[in-house]
């Protein structure tokens, strides 16, 4: 089994398939700093990185040969990729980039296997994402929602996903493509707007920041936990036939929401003040301005309102979320206390 390890969901996806029994070999981008944080905990001995069933290989997926070289010493039964610039604010200013790993990445993956003569016997997980949607045609979507991008991140990941129908089609490989709505987690990079709260609401707690700026407050989002997606991922390449899905809670949360719940966490209730760009979050106990808003943080096209339909995934595989929105919240607060006691500049 192959998976693609470095990022939030390739860690959760390497703990639940060790736990199963797997051994895993993970890709990782070569990196002048450390990037094995997330999986630490998962060598056999975490104080030598010596690896047990968790084996790591150098590789990028805008490079073909370093792809067909490891697909074919590994001669994995299951491929996970996870791999991508999955920033969509990044993506704006690395179109490029974005395309040439997330889109084009895929491509060179599903054509090594080809090259490896490995279709019959790998089976293919696509993460796709519900950023395909963007600009939403129905509420909520569902599989047969027509796509609308709004990012080069968005589409990039189009692309992807029917690159990976057609070598379904074509070549008659077993390849999924996991519509997956925003997933969050303590290991969530911190650029992410989630994460970017739980570590803020953590040092304003522990008096380490008195305010932080956000852009899109009223952005909605379809928010679960990655624990429970990754799950929905293995799910959907032990089925007989493949099949893509939409994997989602079904639940709809405001930015602004998040940062209440947060907050609420550690016994401060925000009362909002102004409009757009002059809103600003008080601490209704202590009369201090905890949240700002920051037009550099708006997107040049946004995608306002996310909501899954996952009842296809609760039919077929039996999924359906079990983390509860606040659960999620209130993980990862404490999380980032927890971090930001034993270390102010994590």
């Not at 968790?54 to 590994?74: A, E």
């Not at 989602?248 to 401060?268: I, L, P, Q, Y």
Request: net charge negative.
């Amino acid at each position: 089994m192959m998976v693609m390890i470095m990022m939030q969901d390739g860690s959760y996806l390497a703990e639940f398939l060790l736990e199963k029994g797997y051994e895993v070999h993970g890709i990782l981008r070569r990196s002048s700093s450390f990037n094995t944080g997330r999986i630490e905990h998962l060598y056999q001995n975490p104080q030598t990185h010596t690896e047990g069933n968790m084996k790591l290989h150098y590789g990028d997926l805008t490079d073909s040969t370093c792809l067909v070289k490891i697909i074919n010493q590994v001669k994995p039964t299951e491929i996970y990729n996870l791999g991508a610039q999955s920033h969509v604010k990044i993506s704006f200013e690395l179109a490029e980039y974005t395309a040439n790993v997330d889109g084009v990445g895929t491509l060179r993956l599903l054509d090594a296997i080809k090259t490896c003569g490995l279709t019959n016997s790998v089976k293919f997980y696509q993460a796709s994402t519900s950023e395909l949607y963007g600009k939403v045609q129905e509420i909520p979507q569902k599989e047969t929602t027509p796509f609308y991008p709004r990012s080069p991140y968005g589409a990039a990941k189009l692309y992807a996903y029917w690159i990976v129908v057609n070598f379904r089609e074509a070549y008659n490989l077993f390849a999924v493509n996991g519509i997956l709505f925003n997933h969050e987690s303590p290991r969530r990079g911190a650029n992410f707007v989630t994460r970017k709260i739980s570590r803020s609401v953590a040092k304003i707690h522990l008096g380490q920041l008195e305010s932080f700026s956000l852009g899109n407050l009223d952005s909605k989002r379809d928010w679960g936990h990655a624990k429970d997606y990754v799950e929905a991922m293995w799910l959907m390449l032990q089925q007989e036939e493949p099949e893509d899905l939409v994997i989602a809670t079904g639940e709809v949360h405001s930015v602004r929401e998040f940062v209440e719940k947060s907050f609420k966490h550690v016994g401060k209730t925000i009362v909002w003040e102004g409009k757009d760009e002059n809103e600003v979050g008080r601490c209704q106990e202590t009369g201090v301005i905890h949240v700002k808003v920051d037009s550099k943080y708006y997107r040049p096209t946004e995608v306002e309102y996310l909501q899954g339909d996952s009842t296809k995934a609760l039919t077929k595989l039996g999924w359906k979320a079990k983390i509860t929105f606040e659960e999620l919240v209130k993980e990862m607060v404490d999380a980032d206390i927890h971090l930001m006691k034993n270390n102010p500049n994590a």
